[in-house]
Every structure is written in structure tokens, then in C-alpha cells.
């Protein structure tokens, strides 16, 4: 859990401005890089070499990883979300309000918990049954049709697949998680 304290600290090492020319020289790049793929390839497709299109894909990733973590859609909690550094949450209404919150957030974590473990045996038996091996897993969580899943579930699933990845390697061939 990040605390107030900890991004405070952070905040007096200089990471923001750091990070902030960091994230301008990236810019100037991704420009010039995009200027030169448009001038050869004149507004059509240009051939690249497949180290080129891994480094650009793994910049692309590197990032969204980062807007992730810092957008609170890693599936962990929000980091940066208040604008308010000293944002405190209100009182509860009353001490009623507080023993009844405490005792729905049980039961809500009862639910996730049965539901974690319902989405861990589907990817599971996935595998065991051959229909696609563990990659395949994270790799259809990652990509498709957005409209599959609702905000925050892909993250999750994403979240127990790492949790789980090393069980799957019981059941792969030589222990590898690919086929």
C-alpha cells in the first residue's frame, strides 16, 4: 500500500521532473521516428525489420504499463487518483453505518474470493484439457474485443493468471508455459 508519505518523499527526490523530461524526450522521439515511417513509406506501410517493431512494441507496453499503474487499471489500488494529496475520506454517517460497511465489504470479499477461485478453475481446466496452453491465457485476457469484459475485470483476471501462472506448469509439456 503506497502512503501519503511515500509519494511525498518520492516527490522531494525530483522523480516527477525527472520522469516528466523523461516522458518529453520519448515524445521527441516517437515524432521523429513517426516522421521518418511516413516519409519513407509515404503514407502507406514501410517494411522494418522485426528488432524495430519489437522495440517500438515493447516502448508502447513499457508506457501503458506505467499509465496503468498510475490510472489505478493494473488491478491494484489507486495511486495517484486524488488530486488532492490530503484527501481524508469523510466520518461515516454514524456507527451504524460504519458496523454495516464492515460487514458488507466481508461479504463482498467472500464473493471476489469464491469468484477467484470459479476463474482459476476455468483457466485450469482450460489447460488441463489441452483446448490452449497458459500463454494463451494471457494473451486472449490482453487482447480481443474490449466490449468481452467491464472495467476492471480484465486487470483482475490478469492479476490471478499471475498468481497462478506456475501451477500451470504441471501440466505443459517439459514444464514450459507454451505448448
Known sequence: MIKLKDILTEADDHEGKMAKAQL?????????????????????????????????????????????????????????????????????????????????????????????QQVIKIM???VKGGKYDALDIIRGIQTGEWNRTHEGERPFMKMLWRKVRNGFRRYMPKGKLRK
Open 24 to 116: 518529453e524526450r520519448s515524445m521527441k522521439y516517437s515524432k521523429m521516428i513517426y516522421k521518418i515511417i511516413d516519409n519513407v513509406g509515404k503514407g502507406g506501410e514501410v517494411e522494418m525489420p522485426a528488432w524495430v517493431q519489437s522495440k517500438l512494441t515493447k516502448s508502447m507496453d513499457y508506457l501503458q504499463s506505467v499509465y496503468n499503474y498510475l490510472d489505478g487499471k493494473d488491478g491494484l489500488e489507486d495511486k495517484f487518483q486524488n488530486e488532492d494529496m490530503d484527501y481524508v475520506p469523510a466520518k461515516f454517517s454514524n456507527p451504524e453505518a460504519k458496523s454495516h460497511m464492515d460487514n458488507d465489504v466481508r461479504q463482498m470479499s467472500k464473493i471476489l474470493g469464491k469468484a477467484s
Open 124 to 126: 485450469m481446466d482450460g
